[in-house]
Antibody
Framework: QVQLVESGGGVVRPGGSLRLSCAAS????????MHWVRQAPGKGLEWVAV????????YYGDSVKGRFTISRDNSKKTLYLQLNSLRAEDTAVYFC???????????WGQGALVTVSS | EIVLTQSPATLSLSPGERATLSCRAS??????LAWYQQKPGQAPRLLIY???NRATGIPARFSGSGSGTDFTLTISSLEPEDFAVYYC??????????FGPGTKVDIK
């Protein structure tokens, strides 16, 4: 069965950095695009970034553009999100999500909590 | 950026009743719209994609309709496990993706 397991969340100070990882199993990771979606406490869903199956195409939401970087290692079946210049408003659960078909999100991990606080 | 609005914000219904949730886009997204269900403490689950196609394993009581700017998610007869928050999501201006603010379906 498809599994996506995020790790790397934690507490970080404003201006700091963090790297999230997402380990994939149960499907051929290298043929699927992958997304990160976040959810601030008690709030709705916000799309963060998407990366093509071969790592060749990456796109970001306006609120994270220039600060976050999505990447992947298909040999390790792992997706990453590098979070730099973190702000309090980046506090959220970050979900790793498989792209079913150019923008439909069919399998979600359980999420990793990132808290930005001094 | 395409903005999605959902109504109502909260829908209070009893088990067995019909639920009708609305999603409106600020400009046409064709049929490129999906619906997700999220329960407390859980990740969202894909219900409907392409406006009207049920995802794998989704019961037939869930149906989606609409195109252009106006979309509807209908739950024909609410089961106890259907009380949750529902989000619509567009990929009409792919690779940008946006979500609506959500509709909470709670028990009356």
């Amino acid at each position: 069965q498809v599994q996506l397991v995020e790790s790397g969340g934690g507490v970080v100070r404003p201006g700091g950095s963090l790297r999230l990882s997402c380990a994939a199993s149960g499907f051929t990771f290298s043929v699927y695009g992958m997304h990160w979606v976040r959810q601030a406490p008690g709030k709705g869903l916000e799309w963060v970034a998407v990366l093509g199956h071969d790592g060749g195409s990456e796109y970001y939401g306006d609120s994270v553009k220039g600060r976050f970087t999505i990447s992947r290692d298909n040999s390790k079946k792992t997706l990453y999100l590098q979070l730099n210049s973190l702000r309090a408003e980046d506090t959220a659960v970050y979900f790793c999500v498989r792209d079913k078909d150019s923008g439909y999100l069919d399998y979600w991990g359980q999420g990793a909590l990132v808290t930005v606080s001094s | 950026e395409i903005v999605l609005t959902q109504s109502p914000a909260t829908l209070s219904l009893s088990p067995g009743e019909r639920a009708t949730l609305s999603c409106r886009a600020s400009q046409s997204v064709g049929s490129y719209l999906a619906w997700y269900q999220q329960k407390p403490g859980q990740a969202p689950r894909l219900l409907i994609y392409g406006a009207s196609n049920r995802a794998t394993g989704i019961p037939a009581r869930f149906s989606g309709s609409g195109s252009g700017t106006d979309f509807t998610l209908t739950i024909s007869s609410l089961e106890p496990e259907d009380f949750a928050v529902y989000y619509c999501q567009q990929r009409g201006d792919w690779p940008s993706v946006t979500f609506g603010p959500g509709t909470k379906v709670d028990i009356k």
